[in-house]
């Protein structure tokens, strides 16, 4: 015996009710993210790339240090450029400016302060962020569509007791929004003194909570009231 499916369009004897659930959630980060930008600058091309290679080695090393608290450290754009003489003719090269951009992923947010730290701490070494987030895979997502799914079901059923009846079958539930948090962060930039004598403490960064949210509409038939 086939078990009769309930119609897509409202009838007198299933009426619907269509309703929102939302979701707003606010968790722990997960990661923090920090940029690294290690330069090096002199009249000898060669020399200005050894010294990036060297102070972009020293860089890597100190990261690669703290282990399992580093979850993704990856390098990015590379660059070095000439800078032509400002006077004269010709292509006559005054200095070379070399970059290297690094970008370092952590989990582990107490060795984050003395991390960010100690890199500042090194020679021509610059420090943007923290961006603290979720990961992608994070729980905290599939607990806000539960949230709002729960919201939506709750309000459908307070619409059907108001009326006197009770939810028969769901019809339809659409993820309208899963809205990650944004990168928060960014705020600290830092570059110490090259012949700085003693590294500086470490700084005390307070992970910024981020904010989750979802929303689903939902339809139900309900059982007929009696109006």
């Excluded at 722990?28 to 940029?35: K, T």
């Excluded at 930008?37 to 703290?66: E, F, M, P, W």
Aim: aromatic residues 4%.
């Amino acid at each position: 015996m086939t078990t009769p499916q309930p119609s897509p369009h409202p009838t007198p004897e299933a009426p619907q009710v269509a309703v929102r659930g939302e979701a707003r959630l606010d968790v722990d980060p997960e990661i923090a993210r920090i940029a690294v930008t290690v330069s090096a600058r002199g009249t000898d091309r060669a020399a200005t790339l050894s010294d990036l290679t060297r102070r972009n080695t020293l860089a890597l090393d100190l990261v690669k240090s703290y282990g399992d608290a580093v979850e993704k450290l990856e390098t990015g754009a590379f660059s070095i450029t000439p800078e032509p003489g400002r006077h004269g003719r010709g292509e006559r090269i005054r200095a070379y400016q070399g970059r290297v951009h690094l970008t370092v992923e952590l989990t582990d947010f107490t060795a984050l302060g003395e991390l960010t730290t100690r890199l500042a701490d090194l020679e021509l070494t610059r420090v943007d962020g923290p961006w603290w987030a979720l990961r992608p895979d994070s729980p905290s997502y599939a607990e806000a569509r539960r949230t709002a799914v729960g919201e939506a079901v709750q309000r459908a059923r307070a619409y059907a007791e108001a009326l006197g009846t009770s939810l028969a079958a769901l019809l339809e539930l659409s993820d309208t929004g899963l809205v990650p948090p944004p990168a928060a962060g960014g705020g600290l930039r830092m570059a110490f003194a090259a012949d700085a004598s003693d590294t500086p403490p470490p700084l005390e960064l307070e992970p910024q909570l981020q904010t989750v949210t979802a929303e689903v509409t939902a339809r139900f038939t309900m059982a007929p009231p009696a109006l």
